[in-house]
């Protein structure tokens, strides 16, 4: 199966928000609601940010919110802080597998 | 505390084998699906292998057929046989729990550990 689509790169400055999108099919984003998104520090293993669509783990700020619509998933971030800056990376579950998407660089102006 | 610790990795030749192992500790090990994930220096996440808490196994067609996973709940340890591998196969590997909470989702992961596949 293709890696979903995420755009290579996005930046805001401290306050914003910013949205990352993550557009698969309808084999994966479009027809389940387990879509997940995880933050990566250099040198440092990923992190659980969101989980089945829009729901946040315990101890993840609520800064952090996600989304569905159709095919695309999408993670915003509001109220941009500098421990903010990391690659993000969205999952779907597509029948008894996996699927990460290329992931997107966060960069905190 | 939940920890995931994994071990096994190294520099190996095009064509051999490896074998990783990841520890688990501070939950009921038999209770959860653990999967490896693994990435590239510099690249994305790419999904590798699962494992049911029933023993059933799943693989991406990429690894198929010369990676196996297997678990040993007695031992609260999660493995990850390598065969016939490739430069392509040259990663950190990670082992992840999926949560039971967070279905379908990696709730932890290991710190990783680095195979390098090159003559």
């Known amino acids: 199966q293709s890696a979903l689509t995420q755009p290579a790169s996005v930046s805001g400055s401290p306050g914003q928000s910013i949205t990352i999108s993550c557009t698969g099919t309808?084999?994966?984003?479009?027809?389940?609601?387990?879509v997940s998104w995880y933050q990566q520090h250099p040198g440092k293993a990923p992190k659980l940010m969101i989980y089945?669509?829009?729901n946040r783990p315990s101890g993840v700020s609520n800064r952090f919110s996600g989304s569905k619509s159709g095919n695309t998933a999408s993670l915003t971030i509001s109220g941009l802080q500098a421990e903010d800056e990391a690659d993000y990376y969205c999952?779907?579950?597509?029948?008894?597998?996996?699927?990460f998407g290329g992931g997107t660089k966060l960069t905190v102006l | 505390e939940v920890q995931l610790v994994e071990s096994g990795g190294g520099l190996v030749q095009p064509g051999g084998s490896l074998r990783l192992s990841c520890a688990a500790s501070?939950?009921?090990?038999?209770?959860?699906?653990m999967h490896w994930v693994r990435q590239a220096t510099g690249k994305g996440l790419e999904w590798v292998s699962a494992?049911?808490?029933?023993?059933?196994?799943y693989y991406p067609g990429s690894v198929k057929g010369r990676f196996t996973i297997s678990r040993e709940n007695a031992k609260n340890s999660l493995y990850l046989q390598m065969n016939s591998l490739r430069a392509g196969d040259t990663a950190v590997y990670y082992c992840?729990?999926?949560?039971?909470?967070?279905?379908?989702?990696?709730?932890?992961w290991g710190q990783g550990t680095l195979v390098t596949v090159s003559s």
């Open positions: 494992i049911g808490t029933a023993g059933d196994t």
């Open positions: 999952s779907s579950y597509t029948s008894s597998s996996k699927v």
């Open positions: 501070g939950f009921t090990f038999s209770s959860y699906d």
């Open positions: 089945e669509v829009s």
């Open positions: 992840a729990r999926v949560g039971r909470v967070a279905r379908k989702a990696y709730d932890y």
């Open positions: 309808s084999s994966d984003v479009g027809g389940y609601n387990y």
